[in-house]
T-cell receptor
Framework: GAVVSQHPSWVICKSGTSVKIECRSL??????MFWYRQFPKQSLMLMAT?????????EQGVEKDKFLINHASLTLSTLTVTSAHPEDSSFYIC??????????????FGEGSRLTVL | AQRVTQPEKLLSVFKGAPVELKCNYS??????LFWYVQYSRQRLQLLLR??SRESIKGFTADLNKGETSFHLKKPFAQEEDSAMYYC???????????FGGGTRLMVKP
């Protein structure tokens, strides 16, 4: 099946640091990728929809200047947490749908990236 | 707005017992619903979707529009079914998935 890979799987940084998380579709192209945030023992909350070649669409309450998303190619989307603070510590998960499958295509999830801000 | 509710955070059953994980939704349009499963230390993966009307690993789920529910059922639970289960609804523009809070299923030997 299709594989989505995230890197790094875990990052620890000091407050004020900017951290970039990558989401790659390894064996398929994805025009749309999604970024979620998951707090401990809570569900996934959609942060933004990443569209290849255009600006990301952010959900209400998500600061676009705080969480920069770049979808520069059909296999890579990046989420940059700028000037991270302890409250940004969370589990960030991406998902992707193979290009050409439209809205009925299956979503494939990455393994998630844990961000710990000290 | 769309919303997915899973009323039980934890469901514990014995091996061989029937299991039902509840999911209720609210959505103004025609919904498309899914169940995702996350086994320990693994990524989230699709279990089944209502449009397929299939049984995966012995699990089934029927969309009940009258009760706005999409409960996940299995007649005989197995220990390997222990995992987190998330109900999800596809929302506006056909792209966004809204997840329920998740239910942790524990199947005891």
């Amino acid at each position: 099946g299709a594989v989505v890979s995230q890197h790094p799987s875990w990052v620890i940084c000091k407050s004020g640091t900017s951290v970039k998380i990558e989401c790659r579709s390894l064996d398929f192209q994805a025009t749309t990728m999604f970024w979620y945030r998951q707090f401990p023992k809570q569900s996934l909350m959609l942060m933004a929809t990443s569209n290849e070649g255009s600006k990301a669409t952010y959900e209400q309450g998500v600061e676009k200047d705080k969480f920069l998303i770049n979808h520069a190619s059909l296999t890579l989307s990046t989420l940059t947490v700028t000037s991270a603070h302890p409250e940004d510590s969370s589990f960030y998960i991406c998902s992707a749908r193979p290009a050409g499958t439209s809205g009925r295509g299956e979503l494939f999830f990455g393994e998630g990236s844990r961000l710990t801000v000290l | 707005a769309q919303r997915v509710t899973q009323p039980e955070k934890l469901l514990s059953v014995f091996k061989g017992a029937p299991v039902e994980l509840k999911c209720n939704y609210s959505y103004s349009g025609s919904p498309e619903l899914f169940w995702y499963v996350q086994y320990s230390r693994q990524r989230l993966q699709l279990l089944l979707r209502h449009i397929s009307r299939e049984s995966i690993k012995g699990f089934t789920a029927d969309l009940n529009k009258g009760e706005t529910s999409f409960h996940l059922k299995k007649p005989f639970a197995q220990e390997e079914d222990s995992a987190m289960y998330y109900c999800a609804l596809k929302g506006r523009a056909g792209n966004m998935l809204t997840f329920g809070g998740g239910t942790r299923l524990m199947v005891k030997p």
